[in-house]
């Protein structure tokens, strides 16, 4: 059980040092161009993904959200993951539902799209109802010129027969991809295994310093260093990873301090406008984010099919896993505590049926808290609406205040 009540005391204590008028003036000397001036180089999506075509590599796209990489990249094959692609949806609406979420027909569209740069065919893990229809209307109704594959991940409470159900999905995916890939090098698959390993352990050092607000990126640089993963190959990833530096000194105290919670991160403009205000995102519990990465360093990869199994199930809890809900605010209070964060932001992706689900007891546990709760309902539009500017900003005055809401 974590300490409840040390994490009250932690927000308010917190509160008020934030309130004295020395760390005030520290604060308010803080440049934003600081943190601007060191831009990190992080390819532009379409364009790497273009060169990786030119040169011939195979393109896989993959619907959110859990599936085996390494085992991919061990195939050769690059997963270009499809969470919320730009544009106007155009041919997608007459084949699905008003309250269908906008990843679902995000993704639909760019499919309907017949995308060159995708050649290896697409690979549906099942995330929720909504993507597992899609993949079977993808597969039997719509027909695509390439494979469609689905990866059917376990749900609910996990035990042995889980793992070995996901050990047989696993081998399933692998047998299915031999028959064009061909056969499966057991050595590729190790070393796919071990860079995914460093990738994670990188990973798992950078929330720690964001924690401990040891960066100079700035929140928007931030998401897109994560967001990278989705498209880069492994060892260009893991080479920018470590690109970025760490701070020994712990960094200028911003105005206030947020967890981020949902699938997505807010948009650019959002994550702008809270570095603008000197408001820093100090955790996450994002699907595109720390949800796929594991709670614990692991050892080395030693049976590459054991350490897949063993990953899957050391991921967070996730409310697209079916698990205990009450594991999942454990989970969350352990990063509050660790961030030291003065509130929390619920980035809703709209008729997400499993946030949705979860969402309802979570906002209310952590206003029970004493956590100021800001709950952004987004489809994926780009830009930032009058009304969020507003609800944003009387949500740090609040959090200025010290009052919950
Ligand atoms: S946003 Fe929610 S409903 Fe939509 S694909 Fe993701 S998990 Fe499924």
Not at 11 to 31: C, N, P, T, V
């Amino acid at each position: 059980m974590y300490p409840f009540d040390a994490i009250v005391y932690l927000q308010r204590d917190d509160h008020y040092k934030r309130s004295d008028l020395e760390q005030r003036a520290q604060i308010d000397a803080m440049s934003i161009n600081d943190t601007k001036d060191k831009v990190l180089k992080i390819p532009d999506r379409s364009d790497y993904l273009r060169d990786q075509r030119r040169s011939g590599q195979e393109i896989m796209g993959v619907l959110p959200a859990l599936y085996p990489r390494e085992l991919l990249w061990a195939f050769n094959i690059l997963p270009a993951e499809i969470w919320d692609p730009p544009g106007e949806i155009l041919l997608a609406n007459v084949h699905l539902q008003a309250s269908i979420c906008p990843i679902v027909k995000r993704g639909l569209e760019f499919i309907l799209k017949s995308p060159e740069i995708i050649n290896s065919g697409y690979l549906f893990p099942h995330t929720c109802d909504s993507l597992q229809n899609l993949g079977t209307q993808v597969k039997d109704l719509i027909g695509v010129p390439v494979p469609v594959y689905t990866f059917y991940n376990p749900k609910g409470e996990f035990n042995k027969a889980s793992k070995r159900y996901y050990s047989e999905i696993l081998f399933n995916l692998q047998k299915t991809l031999e028959k064009s890939h061909g056969l499966l090098s057991q050595n590729q698959l190790k070393a796919a295994c071990e860079l995914g390993h460093k990738i994670d352990i990188r990973r798992q050092m950078l929330h720690a310093a964001l924690m401990e607000d040891r960066f100079d990126l700035s929140n928007r640089e931030y998401f897109q260093l994560i967001r990278a993963a989705e498209y880069m190959q492994g060892q260009d990833y893991l080479d920018l990873l470590n690109h970025v530096e760490i701070n020994e000194q712990i960094g200028v105290a911003p105005r206030a301090r947020l967890l981020v919670t949902g699938i997505l991160p807010p948009g650019d403009d959002i994550l702008n406008f809270l570095d603008e205000s000197r408001v820093r995102i100090v955790s996450e519990d994002l699907l595109s984010g720390s949800r796929r990465i594991p709670i614990v360093e692991m050892d080395q990869p030693d049976d590459p099919m054991e350490y897949l199994v063993e990953r899957f199930f050391l991921l967070p809890p996730c409310s697209t896993k079916a698990g205990g809900l009450d594991k999942r605010l454990q989970y969350l209070k352990k990063l509050i505590a660790k961030s030291r964060c003065h509130g929390v932001l619920f980035n809703t992706v709209k008729f997400c049926e499993p946030e949705l689900f979860d969402q309802h007891f979570l906002i209310k546990s952590m206003k029970v808290m004493g956590l100021p709760v800001l709950n952004l309902e987004t489809e994926l539009q780009p830009g930032l609406s009058g009304q969020e500017k507003t609800r944003i900003e009387a949500f740090l005055e609040m959090l200025d205040e010290g009052v919950p809401v």
